[in-house]
Protein backbone atom coordinates (compact mmCIF):
# COMPACT_ATOMS: atom_id res chain seq x y z
CA UNK A 1 0.00 0.00 0.00
CA UNK A 2 2.54 2.46 0.77
CA UNK A 3 5.90 1.53 -1.48
CA UNK A 4 7.96 3.54 1.18
CA UNK A 5 7.33 1.32 4.33
CA UNK A 6 8.22 -2.11 4.46
CA UNK A 7 6.18 -3.17 6.70
CA UNK A 8 2.71 -1.55 4.96
CA UNK A 9 0.36 -4.34 3.83
CA UNK A 10 0.65 -6.40 0.33
CA UNK A 11 -1.73 -7.13 -1.89
CA UNK A 12 -3.28 -5.79 -5.69
CA UNK A 13 -4.47 -2.65 -4.79
CA UNK A 14 -7.03 -1.80 -7.19
CA UNK A 15 -8.86 1.39 -8.10
CA UNK A 16 -12.52 2.11 -7.73
CA UNK A 17 -14.64 3.98 -10.63
CA UNK A 18 -18.18 4.08 -11.88
CA UNK A 19 -21.31 2.86 -10.46
CA UNK A 20 -19.00 1.02 -7.83
CA UNK A 21 -16.99 3.72 -6.30
CA UNK A 22 -20.40 5.82 -6.76
CA UNK A 23 -22.48 3.13 -4.28
CA UNK A 24 -19.30 2.92 -1.70
CA UNK A 25 -19.21 6.42 -1.60
CA UNK A 26 -22.79 6.90 -0.88
CA UNK A 27 -23.07 4.44 1.73
CA UNK A 28 -19.76 5.78 3.23
CA UNK A 29 -21.55 9.08 3.73
CA UNK A 30 -25.21 7.21 5.04
CA UNK A 31 -22.71 5.22 7.77
CA UNK A 32 -20.81 8.53 8.86
CA UNK A 33 -24.49 10.40 8.98
CA UNK A 34 -25.44 7.45 11.46
CA UNK A 35 -22.59 7.13 13.31
CA UNK A 36 -22.52 10.86 14.03
CA UNK A 37 -26.14 11.27 15.15
CA UNK A 38 -25.38 8.92 17.80
CA UNK A 39 -28.13 6.40 15.85
CA UNK A 40 -25.79 3.32 15.07
CA UNK A 41 -25.73 0.65 17.88
CA UNK A 42 -22.60 -1.39 18.32
CA UNK A 43 -24.28 -4.11 16.20
CA UNK A 44 -25.36 -1.48 13.86
CA UNK A 45 -21.65 0.10 13.30
CA UNK A 46 -20.77 -4.14 12.20
CA UNK A 47 -23.42 -4.42 9.74
CA UNK A 48 -22.37 -0.63 8.84
CA UNK A 49 -18.94 -1.70 8.13
CA UNK A 50 -19.70 -4.89 6.53
CA UNK A 51 -21.91 -3.24 3.63
CA UNK A 52 -18.42 -1.14 3.07
CA UNK A 53 -16.88 -4.07 2.52
CA UNK A 54 -19.06 -5.97 0.26
CA UNK A 55 -19.38 -2.31 -2.10
CA UNK A 56 -15.59 -2.52 -1.89
CA UNK A 57 -15.57 -5.80 -3.90
CA UNK A 58 -18.45 -5.04 -6.63
CA UNK A 59 -21.26 -2.49 -6.91
CA UNK A 60 -24.71 -3.30 -5.74
CA UNK A 61 -28.18 -2.53 -3.92
CA UNK A 62 -29.56 -2.94 -0.76
CA UNK A 63 -32.71 -4.62 -0.24
CA UNK A 64 -34.36 -4.60 3.13
CA UNK A 65 -31.32 -4.36 4.49
CA UNK A 66 -29.48 -7.25 2.51
CA UNK A 67 -26.47 -6.61 -0.20
CA UNK A 68 -27.26 -7.13 -3.37
CA UNK A 69 -23.87 -7.59 -5.56
CA UNK A 70 -24.21 -6.49 -9.13
CA UNK A 71 -21.35 -5.34 -11.81
CA UNK A 72 -19.16 -3.58 -12.12
CA UNK A 73 -16.51 -4.98 -10.12
CA UNK A 74 -12.91 -4.02 -10.03
CA UNK A 75 -12.12 -7.55 -8.69
CA UNK A 76 -14.52 -9.08 -11.08
CA UNK A 77 -12.73 -7.06 -13.97
CA UNK A 78 -9.38 -8.54 -13.08
CA UNK A 79 -9.97 -11.45 -12.67
CA UNK A 80 -11.58 -12.01 -15.78
CA UNK A 81 -7.79 -10.76 -17.49
CA UNK A 82 -6.12 -13.14 -14.94
CA UNK A 83 -7.73 -16.03 -16.05
CA UNK A 84 -7.21 -15.36 -19.53
CA UNK A 85 -3.66 -14.97 -19.10
CA UNK A 86 -3.67 -18.45 -17.42
CA UNK A 87 -5.84 -19.91 -20.57
CA UNK A 88 -8.70 -20.33 -18.78
CA UNK A 89 -11.58 -18.37 -20.66
CA UNK A 90 -15.08 -19.40 -22.95
CA UNK A 91 -13.04 -20.60 -25.57
CA UNK A 92 -13.02 -24.10 -26.71
CA UNK A 93 -9.75 -23.84 -27.94
CA UNK A 94 -7.77 -22.38 -25.03
CA UNK A 95 -6.24 -24.92 -22.54
CA UNK A 96 -5.55 -23.70 -18.75
CA UNK A 97 -2.13 -23.82 -17.84
CA UNK A 98 -3.22 -23.74 -13.96
CA UNK A 99 -5.81 -23.88 -11.75
CA UNK A 100 -7.79 -21.25 -9.21
CA UNK A 101 -9.31 -20.96 -6.10
CA UNK A 102 -10.90 -18.09 -5.57
CA UNK A 103 -12.31 -17.03 -1.84
CA UNK A 104 -15.06 -15.06 -0.48
CA UNK A 105 -16.74 -14.49 2.81
CA UNK A 106 -19.60 -13.20 1.14
CA UNK A 107 -21.74 -16.21 -1.06
CA UNK A 108 -23.68 -13.50 -2.85
CA UNK A 109 -20.92 -12.14 -4.44
CA UNK A 110 -19.57 -15.47 -5.21
CA UNK A 111 -22.67 -16.42 -6.65
CA UNK A 112 -22.96 -12.97 -8.55
CA UNK A 113 -19.17 -14.36 -10.31
CA UNK A 114 -19.89 -17.65 -11.16
CA UNK A 115 -23.08 -16.14 -13.10
CA UNK A 116 -21.13 -14.08 -14.99
CA UNK A 117 -18.31 -16.35 -15.52
CA UNK A 118 -20.77 -18.80 -16.97
CA UNK A 119 -22.32 -16.71 -18.91
CA UNK A 120 -18.86 -16.19 -20.67
CA UNK A 121 -18.39 -19.96 -21.12
CA UNK A 122 -16.47 -20.73 -18.24
CA UNK A 123 -17.36 -23.74 -15.95
CA UNK A 124 -16.71 -23.21 -12.15
CA UNK A 125 -16.79 -25.15 -8.99
CA UNK A 126 -18.63 -23.82 -5.82
CA UNK A 127 -18.32 -24.35 -2.52
CA UNK A 128 -20.60 -22.52 0.14
CA UNK A 129 -22.33 -23.04 3.75
CA UNK A 130 -25.34 -24.62 1.27
CA UNK A 131 -23.15 -27.19 -0.50
CA UNK A 132 -24.05 -31.28 0.64
CA UNK A 133 -21.01 -33.40 2.07
CA UNK A 134 -21.66 -35.52 -1.37
CA UNK A 135 -21.52 -32.95 -3.64
CA UNK A 136 -18.60 -31.07 -1.75
CA UNK A 137 -16.40 -34.42 -2.24
CA UNK A 138 -16.94 -34.70 -5.66
CA UNK A 139 -16.40 -31.49 -6.54
CA UNK A 140 -12.78 -31.60 -4.58
CA UNK A 141 -12.05 -34.42 -6.16
CA UNK A 142 -12.85 -33.25 -9.93
CA UNK A 143 -11.12 -30.55 -9.92
CA UNK A 144 -8.03 -32.29 -7.84
CA UNK A 145 -8.33 -34.53 -11.18
CA UNK A 146 -7.01 -33.54 -14.88
CA UNK A 147 -10.16 -31.94 -16.84
CA UNK A 148 -13.31 -30.47 -15.74
CA UNK A 149 -13.64 -26.90 -14.30
CA UNK A 150 -10.21 -25.08 -13.68
CA UNK A 151 -11.83 -22.60 -11.17
CA UNK A 152 -13.16 -23.27 -7.57
CA UNK A 153 -15.30 -20.66 -5.94
CA UNK A 154 -14.89 -21.14 -2.10
CA UNK A 155 -16.60 -19.41 1.04
CA UNK A 156 -14.06 -18.58 3.03
CA UNK A 157 -15.82 -20.09 6.15
CA UNK A 158 -16.89 -23.05 4.37
CA UNK A 159 -13.70 -23.97 3.01
CA UNK A 160 -11.73 -23.33 6.46
CA UNK A 161 -11.30 -27.30 6.97
CA UNK A 162 -11.25 -30.35 5.83
CA UNK A 163 -10.89 -30.06 1.73
CA UNK A 164 -7.78 -30.72 0.23
CA UNK A 165 -7.15 -28.36 -3.19
CA UNK A 166 -3.60 -28.57 -3.67
CA UNK A 167 -4.36 -28.62 -7.45
CA UNK A 168 -4.67 -25.18 -7.35
CA UNK A 169 -1.14 -23.12 -8.44
CA UNK A 170 -3.16 -19.76 -7.68
CA UNK A 171 -5.64 -18.88 -4.59
CA UNK A 172 -7.25 -15.53 -5.27
CA UNK A 173 -8.76 -13.43 -1.93
CA UNK A 174 -11.32 -11.36 -3.15
CA UNK A 175 -11.85 -10.03 0.48
CA UNK A 176 -9.89 -9.56 3.79
CA UNK A 177 -11.62 -11.16 7.11
CA UNK A 178 -11.00 -8.94 10.46
CA UNK A 179 -9.61 -12.34 11.56
CA UNK A 180 -6.13 -13.17 9.62
CA UNK A 181 -6.24 -16.98 10.52
CA UNK A 182 -9.63 -17.61 8.54
CA UNK A 183 -7.69 -16.46 5.45
CA UNK A 184 -4.80 -18.87 6.46
CA UNK A 185 -7.19 -21.32 6.52
CA UNK A 186 -8.04 -21.21 2.95
CA UNK A 187 -4.64 -20.86 1.52
CA UNK A 188 -4.24 -24.20 3.54
CA UNK A 189 -6.76 -25.96 1.46
CA UNK A 190 -4.32 -25.32 -1.90
CA UNK A 191 -0.83 -25.59 -0.13
CA UNK A 192 0.48 -28.76 1.58
CA UNK A 193 3.74 -29.18 2.72
CA UNK A 194 3.63 -33.23 1.92
CA UNK A 195 2.99 -31.35 -2.07
CA UNK A 196 6.97 -30.24 -2.90
CA UNK A 197 6.36 -30.15 -6.69
CA UNK A 198 4.81 -26.87 -6.97
CA UNK A 199 4.31 -23.62 -5.66
CA UNK A 200 1.16 -21.85 -4.52
CA UNK A 201 1.12 -17.80 -5.29
CA UNK A 202 -1.62 -16.36 -2.89
CA UNK A 203 -3.47 -13.05 -4.52
CA UNK A 204 -5.27 -10.34 -2.25
CA UNK A 205 -7.33 -8.35 -4.16
CA UNK A 206 -8.15 -4.87 -2.08
CA UNK A 207 -10.10 -1.52 -3.14
CA UNK A 208 -7.92 1.55 -2.72
CA UNK A 209 -9.27 4.58 -0.43
CA UNK A 210 -11.76 1.99 0.93
CA UNK A 211 -12.32 0.34 4.17
CA UNK A 212 -9.86 -2.45 3.25
CA UNK A 213 -6.65 -0.20 3.75
CA UNK A 214 -7.53 -0.19 7.55
CA UNK A 215 -8.46 -3.76 7.57
CA UNK A 216 -5.44 -4.97 6.07
CA UNK A 217 -3.08 -2.77 8.31
CA UNK A 218 -4.91 -4.27 11.50
CA UNK A 219 -4.39 -7.47 10.22
CA UNK A 220 -0.94 -7.51 8.94
CA UNK A 221 0.02 -5.47 12.24
CA UNK A 222 -1.73 -8.31 14.33
CA UNK A 223 -0.48 -11.37 12.47
CA UNK A 224 2.93 -10.00 12.55
CA UNK A 225 2.70 -9.31 16.15
CA UNK A 226 1.46 -13.09 17.31
CA UNK A 227 3.80 -14.65 14.83
CA UNK A 228 6.38 -12.65 16.69
CA UNK A 229 5.79 -13.80 20.23
CA UNK A 230 5.13 -17.52 18.65
CA UNK A 231 8.56 -17.57 17.37
CA UNK A 232 10.07 -16.41 20.29
CA UNK A 233 8.68 -18.50 22.26
CA UNK A 234 9.41 -21.57 19.90
CA UNK A 235 13.12 -19.95 20.06
Wanted: glycine fraction near 8%; charged fraction near 25%; proline fraction near 3%.
Amino acid sequence: LDPADPASPIGVWLPMEGAQLKAYLAMQKSATADLEGGELTANGVLAELTRLKQFACSAGKLANGTFEATLPSNKFAWLLDFLSERGISGDPEDVPTGKVIVASQFTRLLNLFRKELAALGIRTHILTGDTSEKERIRQAEEFQADGGPAVFLLNTNAGGASITLDAADDVVILDQTWNKDDQEQVEDRAHRISRTDHNVTIWCLLSLGTIEEGIARQTTAKDRDIKSIIDGQRG
